[in-house]
Antibody
């Protein structure tokens, strides 16, 4: 069965950095595009970033462009999100999700999420 | 960017009754080349991640009960729960994937 397990969340000060990881199992990770989606406490869902199966293509929401970097290691079945220059408004649960499609896509499996809190 | 709206914000329905959730996109998500609507629906129960219910506006994901159905085209879409069960209490989100993904604000469904 498909499993996505996020880790790396925690409390960080404004301006700080954090690296999230997502360990995938139960499917051929290297065949799928992957994405990060976040949800601020009590709020809705916001797509954050996306990476192609071979890492050749990435895309970011305007709200994180230039501060966040998505990457993957297909040998380790792992997805990453490097978050720099963090702001209070980045506080959210971050989900990794498997993508269905390529340039136009939805999400068929989601991890349980990892909470990132940006506060002094 | 395509902006998604949903109505109502919340609704309470008696067990066994019908629940209807509306979703509207700021521009059409119907792709003329394949006549498909790039619209998905998700269910999120408290403390859980979202779960895919429907894609292509009306195709149920494997394992989703047939009391869930999606309809609509272009800019206006509907998720219908034909006979509400206690386990359907959740927030429901629509998502367009015609362009960079965007989600609706969610509709909370409760038992009356």
């Amino acid at each position: 069965q498909v499993q996505l397990v996020e880790s790396g969340g925690g409390l960080v000060k404004p301006g700080g950095s954090l690296r999230l990881s997502c360990a995938a199992s139960g499917f051929t990770f290297s065949d799928y595009y992957m994405s990060w989606i976040r949800q601020a406490p009590g709020k809705g869902l916001e797509w954050v970033s996306y990476i192609s199966s071979s890492s050749s293509y990435t895309n970011y929401a305007d709200s994180v462009k230039g501060r966040f970097t998505i990457s993957r290691d297909n040998a380790k079945n792992s997805l990453y999100l490097q978050m720099n220059s963090l702001r209070a408004e980045d506080t959210a649960v971050y989900y990794c999700a498997r993508v269905v499609g390529a340039t136009q896509y939805y999400f068929d499996y989601w991890g349980q999420g990892t909470l990132v809190t940006v506060s002094s | 960017d395509i902006v998604m709206t949903q109505s109502p914000d919340s609704l309470a329905v008696s067990l066994g009754e019908r629940a209807t959730i509306n979703c509207k996109s700021s521009q059409s998500v119907l792709y003329s080349s394949n006549n498909k609507n790039y619209l998905a629906w998700y269910q999120q129960k408290p403390g859980q991640p979202p779960k895919l219910l429907i894609y292509w506006a009306s195709t149920r994901e494997s394992g989703v009960p047939d009391r869930f159905s999606g309809s609509g085209s272009g800019t206006d879409f509907t998720l219908t729960i034909s006979s509400l069960q206690a386990e359907d209490v959740a927030v429901y989100y629509c998502q367009q994937y015609y362009s960079t993904p965007s989600f609706g604000p969610g509709t909370k469904v409760d038992i009356k």
